[in-house]
């Protein structure tokens, strides 16, 4: 599809489909139109709002034009937030990948570095030492062994490159910064997704619907993309929406400061390291097995109800399940 054609078509308050975004994203990644074209393209889709079919045709290019990570696993899950919510939190999501792979459960983790906060997954994974790469090999057998494996998303996602200059320049953020969380190589079965409001979180229960996946969306009402815990939350699954207390989880109400990460990746690193270990604050604790709980959840498929998904969690890290999984993790990918 020309881009002249598309961006008529949009200026109309036409709607792309599915495949004629596809085929926008895989004629960028061919070096077929001029960057000022890019550039009211993607300012057109952030003033006109971004559809289902626009998220789901630019993953389906970048999926296309990337790198796949076939794995040699039937079933896992993929831990990840939107970012964007400036709130500088530790790695939680990061974390409760290794409580749930502690607890049995295979985990599919993507992730890059951070753009808003101190702290990415990839950070905190590079800072014990990990070696990114995309050797199905090393994969398979670092999810087989360690019951864990992580995708570096600039390993994966090539097209992401040919859109980076441009989005730099734009002084508002993009319909990629929505893509992060769909375009994991794996093309993991089961997601618990943290989002920053709840027009995302009815946007992705859409797209996760059209996928067929399961899915859990969390969301912390006052802008947390993920189970914060300091005050109510909501959660949208396959089966059912609904807006949780922290007391409806037997949890204490948690302060703002006890979520930031730290000044630099050390210090999230440490923080990190100490929920694995157990010594980190109960709230900390708390946090991480909350979002964990959801996550198992959404690969049990809603058969076990959270007051046990959370028991399973909080066992991961008190009987060091979860810090012997991190380990093993380390030593297969250093």
């Given at each position: 599809?020309?881009?002249?054609?598309?961006?008529?078509?949009?200026?109309?308050?036409?709607?792309?489909?599915?495949?004629?975004?596809?085929?926008?994203?895989?004629?960028?990644?061919?070096?077929?139109?001029?960057?000022?074209?890019?550039?009211?393209?993607?300012?057109?889709?952030?003033?006109?709002?971004?559809?289902?079919?626009?998220?789901?045709?630019?993953?389906?290019?970048?999926?296309?034009?990337?790198?796949?990570?076939?794995?040699?696993?039937?079933?896992?899950?993929?831990?990840?937030?939107?970012?964007?919510?400036?709130?500088?939190?530790?790695?939680?999501?990061?974390?409760?990948?290794?409580?749930?792979?502690?607890?049995?459960?295979?985990?599919?983790?993507?992730?890059?570095?951070?753009?808003?906060?101190?702290?990415?997954?990839?950070?905190?994974?590079?800072?014990?030492?990990?070696?990114?790469?995309?050797?199905?090999?090393?994969?398979?057998?670092?999810?087989?062994?360690?019951?864990?494996?992580?995708?570096?998303?600039?390993?994966?996602?090539?097209?992401?490159?040919?859109?980076?200059?441009?989005?730099?320049?734009?002084?508002?953020?993009?319909?990629?910064?929505?893509?992060?969380?769909?375009?994991?190589?794996?093309?993991?079965?089961?997601?618990?997704?943290?989002?920053?409001?709840?027009?995302?979180?009815?946007?992705?229960?859409?797209?996760?619907?059209?996928?067929?996946?399961?899915?859990?969306?969390?969301?912390?009402?006052?802008?947390?993309?993920?189970?914060?815990?300091?005050?109510?939350?909501?959660?949208?699954?396959?089966?059912?929406?609904?807006?949780y207390r922290p007391a409806d989880l037997g949890l204490a109400l948690a302060k703002?400061?006890?979520?930031?990460?730290?000044?630099?990746?050390?210090?999230?690193?440490?923080?990190?390291?100490?929920?694995?270990?157990?010594?980190?604050?109960?709230?900390?604790?708390?946090?991480?097995?909350?979002?964990?709980?959801?996550?198992?959840q959404v690969m049990e498929r809603g058969r076990k109800d959270i007051a046990e998904?959370?028991?399973?969690?909080?066992?991961?890290?008190?009987?060091?399940?979860?810090?012997?999984?991190?380990?093993?993790?380390?030593?297969?990918?250093?």
């Amino acid at each position: 599809m020309e881009m002249k054609q598309a961006l008529n078509k949009m200026l109309n308050h036409e709607q792309l489909t599915r495949e004629e975004t596809k085929e926008m994203l895989i004629g960028i990644t061919r070096g077929e139109y001029p960057t000022e074209q890019i550039a009211a393209w993607l300012t057109e889709l952030a003033m006109g709002g971004v559809t289902v079919d626009v998220l789901l045709g630019l993953r389906d290019g970048i999926l296309e034009t990337g790198v796949p990570a076939p794995l040699d696993c039937d079933r896992y899950i993929d831990v990840v937030g939107t970012g964007g919510d400036r709130k500088n939190t530790f790695n939680i999501s990061t974390t409760a990948c290794f409580v749930i792979a502690g607890a049995g459960y295979k985990v599919a983790k993507h992730g890059n570095y951070s753009a808003t906060s101190v702290s990415g997954a990839s950070n905190v994974i590079a800072c014990h030492g990990v070696r990114f790469t995309d050797d199905m090999d090393r994969l398979n057998r670092s999810i087989n062994e360690a019951g864990i494996v992580y995708l570096h998303a600039q390993m994966f996602a090539k097209a992401l490159k040919f859109v980076a200059p441009i989005r730099k320049v734009l002084p508002f953020p993009t319909v990629f910064n929505l893509l992060g969380p769909l375009v994991n190589p794996s093309r993991p079965q089961a997601q618990l997704l943290g989002v920053a409001n709840l027009d995302q979180m009815r946007l992705y229960a859409q797209v996760y619907q059209r996928m067929g996946i399961d899915y859990g969306i969390v969301h912390s009402i006052d802008g947390y993309d993920e189970i914060s815990l300091t005050g109510d939350f909501k959660v949208s699954t396959n089966d059912y929406e609904r807006i949780y207390r922290p007391a409806d989880l037997g949890l204490a109400l948690a302060k703002p400061e006890e979520l930031v990460a730290g000044a630099s990746e050390e210090e999230a690193a440490a923080i990190f390291d100490s929920v694995l270990n157990g010594t980190c604050l109960p709230t900390q604790r708390d946090i991480v097995v909350a979002n964990a709980a959801f996550g198992i959840q959404v690969m049990e498929r809603g058969r076990k109800d959270i007051a046990e998904c959370m028991a399973i969690a909080r066992e991961s890290i008190e009987s060091g399940a979860a810090l012997r999984t991190f380990r093993k993790f380390v030593e297969i990918n250093s």
